[in-house]
């Protein structure tokens, strides 16, 4: 540009007028990006595709009739074809930026909701179970109202940095309680006792009160014994859980088949008590994993769900956003969630819950729905890497002691004065 001479007109300087291209776009995606948390999801959806085709020909033989005979990798197909449609969901959402991402969120919990209320009426039922929507695509609203709500809960907490008075938490329980109770309805307690745990952790991090706190777990602890006398589904799975079950009862035949491979497994397409296993492509295929490759497979999938959880905490300890901290913390806490549920029922620990583990089983609509949560979760943690934090997020949450940079204190950030 020509220096400045006083008097004399100089020519604004150059804007472009168009756009960015779709090629500057991803080049911005990738720069942003955590690619170390989008490489631990992209693995662990490989490993998912070859855990399908391990768990397929079981579930092929079993619903397979006279009248028709289903390909033993049928849903190992179907599901590659799935898990396609997610990585572009997955990719989609998180080219997001934060505040699309919060809209999104946003809209995806109220319209889910307004699903949910439409599942009494016109809803579909499986196994006994009144969850799917069938509008030219079955799916399932409580699946997609999750990560939705994580995002709506953070947002409403989130108004408390510009009032203080505001009563986030009460306006936020209210919210809650509106798909708790439709999810009860379907029959859905895995789903139910889900939501609640990540609005819990929501309202930890945004820093409310400990006796609120102590009232809030007691009254959950009591709302779970009344639901075990007045709700017979969750009195059924009790029970049959408490008793320790039969060589027939789903639970116990998926532990096993886990603890049928040993260490190293049976071998690829070797095992043989997962033919006997129900959903073994869906809520069981970690007990198809343990046979057929081992305990200690199963060891390293269980640290990949944890090594996801870490790597996002760790992207928000220097968060200066509340709204990206607690969205953040919720939506991991809803992936982690889902997989500490489904791996504690195949090792017998937990009730059965039809809960399926996240980018690893067999789905349609649960896969879709996964895949936008982790979307969620890229798009929340992008991070342009030319730019310095100066407080520290979640580190003062959990009482780290103040860093020193240069010689000079960096300032505790008060979210709740």
């Keep these: 540009m020509q220096p400045y001479v006083p008097g004399q007109r100089r020519r604004p300087a150059y804007v472009p007028s168009q756009k960015l291209s779709r090629t500057a776009r991803l080049r911005i995606w990738w720069r942003e990006v955590d690619r ?11 490993f998912g595709a070859v855990a399908v085709a391990a768990g397929s020909p079981a579930s092929a033989a079993r619903l397979s009739t006279t009248a028709e005979t289903l390909d033993p990798l049928y849903f190992f197909y179907r599901h590659l074809a799935w898990q396609a449609v997610g990585i572009a969901t997955m990719v989609g959402v998180s080219m997001l930026d934060r505040d699309s991402a919060r809209r999104l969120g946003i809209v995806l919990a109220v319209i ?4 949910l209320f439409l599942v009494p009426v016109i ?3 499986v196994n006994g179970a009144r969850r799917w929507l069938t509008i030219g695509l079955r799916f399932q ?3 997609f109202v999750n990560p939705g709500f994580a995002v709506f809960t953070a947002w409403i907490l989130s108004w408390r940095v510009r009032d203080s008075n505001l009563p986030v938490i009460a306006l936020s329980g209210i919210a809650l309680a509106i798909p708790v109770f439709l999810i009860m309805m379907q029959p859905n307690l895995g789903g139910t006792i889900l939501l609640i745990a990540t609005w819990f952790v929501s309202i930890l991090l945004a820093g409310a009160p400990i006796k609120r706190l102590g009232m809030l777990a007691g009254g959950g602890v009591a709302l779970l014994t009344a639901t075990y006398f007045l709700y017979d589904n969750a009195r059924h799975r009790i029970d049959s859980f408490m008793g320790g079950g039969t060589a027939f009862d789903q639970v116990d035949l998926a532990e096993r088949t886990l603890l049928a491979g040993g260490l190293t497994g049976s071998g690829y397409g070797l095992g043989i008590r997962k033919m006997n296993l129900p959903e073994a492509h869906t809520d069981y295929i970690f007990s198809v994993i343990g046979e057929e490759f081992g305990l200690i497979v199963c060891g390293i999938v269980v640290l990949f769900y944890l090594a996801i959880v870490a790597r996002v905490l760790m992207k928000l300890i220097d968060e200066d956003d509340l709204f990206a901290l607690l969205a953040g913390a919720g939506l991991a806490a809803l ?3 889902q997989a500490f549920i489904n791996i504690l029922v195949n090792l017998q620990l937990f009730p059965s819950k039809g809960m399926t583990l996240p980018l690893v089983s067999y789905g349609g609509s649960s896969t ?5 949560t982790v979307g969620l979760l890229l798009a929340i943690t992008k991070r342009n890497p030319f730019l310095k934090r100066e407080t ?8 780290w002691q103040e860093k020193r940079e240069r010689g000079e204190t960096v300032l505790r950030r008060e979210i709740f004065p």
Aim: negative net charge; glycine residues 14%.
């Design 392 to 399: 520290r997020g979640l580190a003062d949450l959990i009482g």
């Design 112 to 115: 889910m909701t307004f699903c």
């Design 36 to 46: 170390v948390l989008l490489a631990l999801i992209l693995v662990l959806m490989v």
């Design 141 to 143: 609203p409580s699946e």
């Design 368 to 372: 879709i729905a996964t895949c936008l």
């Design 123 to 125: 809803g579909t039922e």
């Design 335 to 337: 992936f982690g969630g």
